[in-house]
């Protein structure tokens, strides 16, 4: 049985960092391509925020360009998400998404084979 396990949310004052963290267990992360989601309350999930794809590419918005960095460590089956420079229009709840084709990250709404069950991102002073 596949799961994805996000982690690392938490309040984070504007400004200041957050690293997520997505585990995986029951697929091999080296053949899947990994995407990070967002959806604030109210709101229609986004469309995909980043991406790194099986063969190391990676894929950013322009809404977290400069600001966000996807990593991942195929041998511990984990894709971080570091969160930089966090601002009001941050917070939500946080998801990752799995795919054995990158492409299906970009699509909206997106293919993904799996998803997290998410963790919140709360920024406030």
């Known amino acids: 049985q596949v799961q994805l396990v996000e982690s690392g949310g938490g309040l984070v004052q504007p400004g200041g960092s957050l690293r997520l963290s997505c585990t995986a267990s029951?697929?091999?992360?080296?053949?899947?391509?990994i995407g990070w989601f967002r959806q604030a309350p109210g709101k229609e999930r986004e469309g995909v925020l980043c991406f790194s794809s099986s063969d190391g590419d990676t894929y950013y918005a322009d809404s977290v360009k400069g600001r966000f960095t996807i990593s991942r460590d195929n041998a511990k089956s984990a894709v971080y998400l570091q969160m930089n420079s966090l601002n009001p229009e941050d917070p939500a709840v946080y998801y990752c998404?799995?795919?054995?084709?990158?492409?299906?990250?970009?699509?909206?709404?997106?293919?993904?084979?799996?998803w997290g069950q998410g963790t919140q991102v709360t920024v406030s002073s």
């Open positions: 998404a799995a795919t054995t084709h990158s492409w299906r990250l970009r699509v909206y709404p997106p293919r993904a084979d799996y």
């Open positions: 029951g697929l091999t992360l080296d053949y899947y391509a």
